[in-house]
Every structure is written in structure tokens, then in C-alpha cells.
T-cell receptor
Framework: AQKVTQAQTEISVVEKEDVTLDCVYE???????LFWYKQPPSGELVFLIR??????QNEISGRYSWNFQKSTSSFNFTITASQVVDSAVYFC????????????FGEGTQLTVNP | GAGVSQSPSNKVTEKGKDVELRCDPI?????LYWYRQRLGQGLEFLIY????????KSGLPSDRFSAERTGESVSTLTIQRTQQEDSAVYLC??????????????FGPGTRLTVL
């Protein structure tokens, strides 16, 4: 069975604070892919990153960074120096090699960045 | 536009009526997906098309739900005899399906369905 858990339902920070969004996944596959998507108030999901299970290198893209740790089945997302425009719902998702192309999403974390 | 489009953007219907939701994927994307997002929740997978075939329709919640795709392009999700629990945003996504490609899914803006 595959499952994604985002334990933080809502997070509220003040602009310029760093914030980490947690994602824990469950899968029996050895080959799988992890994703983060952003859903701003407009509703359209925006793809942020994809990692495969064989690449545990952490990645940084501007103010965004991702920490993938297979030992703890976690794929956490950090926003450095948060901005009001970062306010959105963030979803972590999993695709198992044996489940075809379907994505399994977590429940999402609502991030609010206050000025 | 170059993105995934969906119509209508909003649909209000009465319980028991049938509705059709349309998705136009990105040109050239062979894979197409339907998801449902209930208020305040994550996305639930409904069905996946590769070309015009649906190798995975395991997420369809009941036989009131069906979908088809034609011309390896447009897809229609049909919900018959709608119920109030069908109220949700229905999201469509498309992707390339090439070996070695990242194959990430690009999402449309969704159709917000309200069943009264």
C-alpha cells in the first residue's frame, strides 16, 4: 500500500522566517518518485520538484530546498526567508513504479505568510 | 493557451442530474489523469488514460462515474445521478509518457462541482 502523510495541517509564519513542511511516505516499492506541488489561492497546482528513490541528494532552488531521507521515509521541504507570495497549500505526492502513473497525495499543508 | 484547460470552471447541479466535465490536455501529452479534491483535502486519483485507453480506472468511486478520451486528446468525465457527496473540485492533468523523461503531471484549473 502507498500512503503520504503531511502531519502539519496549517502553518503560520511571519515574512522572512524560514519554514519547513514535513512529508512522510509509505511504500513497498524500491523504485518510486516523490513530488511537491504548490496550490495557490487560484487553485491551479504548480509542480515544484520530482525526486526518484535512487537519488538522495538534497536539492536547492533559490529559496526552496528539499531534504530526502530514505532512512526515515521523509521528503521535507524548506522555504528560506518566506514571502507573502509563498502563501498556498503545499502537497507532497508519491508515485510507485508498480502503481503505474497515478499519484498519491498527502492531505496538504496550508502555509500562511504574514507581512 | 499551452496549458491544460478544463470546462466548465464551475458547475452547479441538482441532485440526481447527470454532469459532463471536459479536459483539454497539453498538445502531445499522451497521458491524462482525473483527480477529485474535496474541500480542505488532498487529491484522490480517479482514472488514468494512456492514449485513448484507460489502463487504470481503479479510483472511480462508483459505477455512476465514467470517463472517455478520444483522438488521444480531449477527455470527458461523466457523473450520472449526482449526489451531494460528489461536490468537489475535479482536476485534470496530463503528462508526456516517454522513457527517461521526468513525466511530471501538469494540472488544469479544475471544475468546481456543487450538487444541491
Amino acid at each position: 500500500a502507498q500512503k503520504v502523510t503531511q502531519a502539519q495541517t496549517e502553518i503560520s509564519v511571519v515574512e522572512k522566517e524560514d519554514v519547513t513542511l514535513d512529508c512522510v511516505y509509505e511504500t513497498r516499492d524500491t523504485t518510486y518518485y516523490l513530488f511537491w506541488y504548490k496550490q495557490p489561492p487560484s487553485g491551479e497546482l504548480v509542480f515544484l520538484i520530482r525526486r526518484n528513490s535512487f537519488d538522495e541528494q538534497n536539492e536547492i532552488s533559490g529559496r526552496y530546498s528539499w531534504n530526502f531521507q530514505k532512512s526515515t521515509s521523509s521528503f521535507n521541504f524548506t522555504i528560506t526567508a518566506s514571502q507573502v507570495v509563498d502563501s498556498a497549500v503545499y502537497f507532497c505526492a508519491l508515485r510507485q513504479e508498480t502503481s503505474g502513473s497515478r499519484l498519491t497525495f498527502g492531505e496538504g499543508t496550508q502555509l500562511t505568510v504574514n507581512p | 493557451g499551452a496549458g491544460v484547460s478544463q470546462s466548465p470552471s464551475n458547475k452547479v447541479t441538482e441532485k440526481g442530474k447527470d454532469v459532463e466535465l471536459r479536459c483539454d490536455p497539453i498538445s502531445g501529452h499522451t497521458a491524462l489523469y482525473w483527480y477529485r479534491q474535496r474541500l480542505g483535502q488532498g487529491l484522490e486519483f480517479l482514472i488514468y488514460f494512456q492514449g485513448n485507453s484507460a489502463p487504470d480506472k481503479s479510483g472511480l468511486p462508483s459505477d455512476r462515474f465514467s470517463a472517455e478520451r478520444t483522438g488521444e486528446s480531449v477527455s470527458t468525465l461523466t457523473i450520472q445521478r449526482t449526489q451531494q457527496e460528489d461536490s468537489a473540485v475535479y482536476l485534470c492533468a496530463s503528462s508526456l509518457h516517454r522513457r527517461g523523461a521526468t513525466n511530471e503531471q501538469f494540472f488544469g484549473p479544475g471544475t468546481r462541482l456543487t450538487v444541491l
